[in-house]
């Protein structure tokens, strides 16, 4: 299995400053079929769903706030909030859906 | 509306057996594999399993702590995925949330419905 391990478990920072969550696979998470590394960041708010922000590794979900990026490649990937909100304070988890098990990682708690 | 209901969800005894309904709408349900996805209370997300599409000839697979004792299938009619959740342990207490995937048409693991909690205790 592939295994996801963010880094760090938790991290606070400043209204408008920046947050940066990272995220290693145990092995490549390259998509032979188109060349892109299936690796996707979600953010869970207490009592919902998690919500999908980034796939492909860099492509923002439909209507994600500007201020979320992704960037990373092979096994190392990053998720960015680039000017923090009070609203973005969640839990964050990546994803690989490379190969089954779709593994994520541990999580990563945002605070202000 | 494009959404996913999980329904079934409720009190069980260890031993026991429940199965889980997740209602699809809004998409072309038969296109898509279906994955189940569980959380613990204030724990992470783990991967329970999928089933494919009838392209990919409803293939299943499962995540090791639930093979052999849970299954997943699907009645396209209906729109419909199912888990099928077997000799129940107190560890498989958590939400359970079904999700779409489909590399043909974009979409990867976007759409979750609200979760049914399932709760192992005697």
């Known amino acids: 299995d592939v295994v996801m391990t963010q880094s760090p478990d938790s991290l606070a920072v400043s209204l408008g400053e920046r947050a940066t969550i990272n995220c290693k696979s145990s092995q490549n998470v390259l998509y032979s079929s188109n060349n892109k590394n299936c690796l996707a960041w979600f953010q869970q708010k207490p009592g919902q769903p998690p919500k999908q922000l980034i796939f492909w590794a860099s492509t923002r979900e439909s209507g994600v706030p500007d201020r979320f990026s992704g960037s990373g490649s092979g096994t190392d990937f990053t998720l960015t909030i680039s000017s923090l909100q009070a609203e973005d304070v969640a839990v964050y988890y990546c994803?690989?859906?490379?190969?089954?098990?779709?593994?994520f990682g541990q999580g990563t708690k945002v605070e202000i | 509306e494009v959404q996913l209901v999980e329904s079934g969800g409720g009190l069980v005894q260890p031993g026991e057996s429940v199965k889980l309904s997740c209602a699809a709408s809004?998409?072309?349900?038969?296109?898509?594999?279906m994955h189940w996805v569980r959380q613990a209370s204030g724990k992470g997300l783990e991967w329970v399993g999928r089933v494919r599409s009838k392209g990919n000839n409803y293939a299943t697979e499962y995540g090791a702590s639930v093979k052999g004792r849970f299954t997943i299938s699907r009645d396209d009619s209906k729109n419909t995925a199912y888990l099928q959740m077997n000799s129940l342990r107190t560890e498989d207490t958590a939400v359970y949330y079904c999700i779409r995937h489909s590399f043909s048409l974009g979409w990867h693991c976007d759409l979750w419905g609200r979760g049914t909690l399932v709760t192992v205790s005697s």
């Open positions: 809004g998409f072309p349900f038969r296109d898509v594999a």
């Open positions: 994803q690989q859906y490379c190969t089954t098990p779709y593994t």
